[in-house]
């Protein structure tokens, strides 16, 4: 599943910016939900890029997890885990 959303990741970002060209309703739109605070000011492509930084943070957890450093969850962000006695 990852496999084909990161190959595919350049022609999603490709379609939202024709969309944004051609359909003054989605740019809109996109713009409304832009503002919304739980969208905490982050565009869509910025959404669509997450699944992949999340693959590349999943060895990193793995390894502190396995090494008993942190009791990490998957959803914790990655600055609050302990790694190799560094907690800055």
């Known amino acids: 599943m990852y496999k084909v959303y990161c190959a595919n990741q350049q022609t999603s ?6 969309q944004k060209k051609k359909n003054p309703q989605f740019k809109h739109y996109l713009e409304v939900c832009h503002t919304d605070s739980r969208c905490e000011g982050l565009f869509l492509q ?4 997450k699944p992949i930084q999340r693959v590349c943070k999943y060895p990193l957890l793995l390894r502190v997890r ?3 450093l942190a009791a990490a969850t998957f959803s914790a ?3 609050t885990i302990p790694m190799f006695g560094y907690t800055g």
């Open 13 to 18: 970002l490709n379609t939202v910016e024709e």
């Open 46 to 49: 910025s959404f669509l890029i």
């Open 66 to 68: 396995t090494i008993g």
């Open 77 to 79: 962000p990655l600055h």
